[in-house]
């Protein structure tokens, strides 16, 4: 029976425990919130028998056999260093922390003390940002590509996200998903270059365009925004054009799923079907994942490493913003 503490019980916290709670041979022991009321709404949708409104004294008295951290960003280098001391094996949510140092050192406690840490990369579960990836390789539609995100809405609704010192705004906390997949599907970043601006009053930028050129020659394009009002709808474009055409994420939908549409000269063809929920179901895969690492001794197949090489170019991104 593997038992596992949550810290933090906000949005990812509960959402995380309402995958584990289907597990076999699998039980949520405790929980730790600073905030008691959602500590406790917590508690009674899962039924968890320990709540600790200080993580330490959770990780200290609780016996657990790893942690899934899903506290504001700025909070997960102290709560992952501890657990690692006390050998607990190490869920966290992305990004990996604010900034390189305390990434290097979660990583080196983590090493140190033989702990299993996964960084929360839903995408690499996600079967069609994997499909992605594999027409990447057949070059479907010939290299380079520019792959290009188009988005806006009203952003996440807590304030931290927004402050430069805990959140650090859409062009790390939400892109730094696409870093890590562009990384994962081109290899090295070359150079980044953006042009941020807000509309919100917060400390970070919350729209702008981001461009990562990839040593490949590749390049992912993000024009986004979190700072539309609320209810505002929006067009949410995704795609990638190569040398020999255009390759649509979701560009058709049939009862079966979601399907890739490439545009060539002459032709059109779509590749699917994908369930539409790819990206659930890459939440369930992400965390079987993880107490698949914790039973049979297994480093996960995303750590801290590209954690820090994903901050990293998030880091670039923001890094002329005043
Ligand atoms: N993988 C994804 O797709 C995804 C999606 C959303 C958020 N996230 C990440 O998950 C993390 C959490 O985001 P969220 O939306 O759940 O935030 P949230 O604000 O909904 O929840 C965070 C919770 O942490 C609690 N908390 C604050 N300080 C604490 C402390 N010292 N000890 C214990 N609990 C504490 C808060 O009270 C709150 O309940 C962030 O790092 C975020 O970037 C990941």
């Not at 040593?215 to 474009?237: A, F, H, I, R």
Request: aromatic residues 12%.
């Amino acid at each position: 029976m593997i038992k596992i503490g949550i810290i933090g019980t906000g949005g990812m916290g509960k959402y995380h425990a309402s995958i584990l709670k289907k597990f076999q041979d699998l039980r949520i022991v405790s929980a730790s919130d600073i905030n008691i009321e959602i500590l406790n709404s917590f508690k009674n949708e899962f039924g968890v028998e320990e709540i600790y409104t200080d993580y330490k004294d959770m990780l200290e008295k609780s016996d657990v056999d790893a942690i899934i951290c899903a506290t504001p960003t700025h909070l997960h280098y102290k709560i992952v260093k501890d657990a690692a001391k006390l050998k607990k094996h190490i869920f966290c949510e992305k990004p990996i922390a604010i900034n390189l140092k305390q990434a290097e050192k979660m990583i080196n406690e983590c090493e140190k003390n033989n702990v299993i840490f996964q960084i929360g990369y839903v995408r690499r579960f996600d079967e069609e940002w994997l499909k992605f990836k594999e027409l990447m390789e057949e070059r479907i539609i010939g290299r380079p590509v520019i792959w290009h995100q188009i988005w806006g809405g009203y952003g996440p609704s807590a304030e931290w996200y927004y402050d430069i010192k805990k959140g650090m705004g859409p062009f790390v906390d939400g892109a730094v998903h696409s870093y890590d997949f562009g990384i994962f599907t081109f290899g090295k970043v070359k150079k980044v270059k953006s042009s941020l601006t807000k509309f919100k009053n917060f400390t970070s930028p919350d729209s702008g365009t981001a461009i990562v050129e990839f040593e490949s020659g590749d390049m992912l394009v993000l024009c986004w925004s979190w700072g539309l009002p609320k209810n505002v709808s929006y067009q949410y474009t995704h795609q990638a054009i190569g040398p020999t055409g255009v390759l649509i994420f979701s560009g058709f939908q049939d009862e079966k799923g979601k399907y890739f549409v490439i545009k060539k000269e002459n032709t059109e063809e779509k590749i699917g079907p994908i369930p539409l929920n790819s990206l659930g179901i890459g939440f369930e895969k992400q965390m079987e994942h993880f107490i698949d690492c914790i039973k049979n001794n297994k480093k996960p197949i995303v750590g801290g490493i590209d954690g820090y090489e994903s901050l990293k170019v998030g880091l670039d991104v923001i890094k002329n913003w005043k």
